[in-house]
């Protein structure tokens, strides 16, 4: 069974410093995907990043970059020069290629002081 | 509008009563989903759809059914709905295996 891990409940970082916020995935299909979403207060589910399992090179979107290892199974979000609107709760998400379900971890709230 | 649309934004419904969450979206997306959001759970998957006609079971399908007649639109019914059913409902579509899911507004549904 697929399953994604996220043990951060919750994390602060300083305005304009970089955070990781981890994630750990579980599955024994070879072709996945990895993603990483931001829900903020008002609740809208956001997509920031993707990450195939072919991928040979760690995806970035802005900000944004995933630090993907694969052998390690972890796929963590790594924000650069956090700003006051990053705060939110991200969530990690995996989908497997053949099953197509799509699953997420249970989130880490992240708050940017000023 | 073009995107991804639920009706209604919230809901007040009393035990044992029927109610049904409606999903359209317009990108004729092959794939849909519907979540729930609890605290402490993040997102669970109730109930997907590969393509109109083609439903499978999530990781949360007990009290819910669904049904696709057409690609667009996927509702979500709770055939009796509880407590335990409160919650904040999302759905998601995507246009294959490969790519992000968009997701509504959310729903959300309270059980009295």
């Known amino acids: 069974a697929q399953k994604i891990t996220q043990t951060q409940p919750g994390m602060f970082v300083q305005e304009k410093e970089a955070v990781t916020l981890d994630c750990t995935y579980d599955?024994?299909?070879?072709?996945?995907?990895l993603f990483w979403y931001k829900q903020p207060s008002s609740g809208e589910m956001i997509f920031l990043i993707y990450?195939?399992?072919?991928?040979?090179q760690n995806a970035t979107e802005g900000r944004y970059s995933l630090n993907f290892q694969k052998a390690r199974k972890s796929a963590n979000l790594v924000i650069s020069a956090s700003q006051l609107g990053d705060s939110a709760m991200y969530f990690c998400?995996?989908?497997?290629?053949?099953?197509?379900?799509?699953?997420f971890g249970t989130g880490t709230s992240l708050t940017v002081i000023p | 509008d073009a995107g991804i649309t639920q009706s209604p934004r919230y809901k007040i419904t009393e035990t044992g009563r029927q109610v049904t969450l409606m999903c359209h979206q317009t990108?004729?997306?092959?794939?849909m989903f519907w979540y729930r959001q609890d605290l402490g759970h993040g997102l669970r998957l109730i109930y997907y759809?590969?393509?109109?006609?083609?439903?499978d079971k999530g990781e949360v399908p007990d009290g819910y059914v669904v049904s696709r007649s057409k690609t667009e639109n996927f509702p979500l019914t709770l055939e009796s709905a509880t407590r335990s059913q409160t919650s904040v409902y999302f759905c998601?579509?995507?246009?294959?295996?490969?790519?992000?899911?968009?997701f509504g507004q959310g729903t959300r549904l309270t059980v009295v």
């Open positions: 998400a995996m989908r497997d290629f053949t099953g197509n379900q799509f699953y």
């Open positions: 599955t024994s299909d070879p072709s996945y995907g």
């Open positions: 990450q195939g399992s072919y991928d040979q």
């Open positions: 990108w004729s997306h092959s794939y």
């Open positions: 759809s590969a393509a109109a006609d083609i439903t």
């Open positions: 998601a579509s995507c246009r294959d295996s490969f790519t992000e899911a968009f």
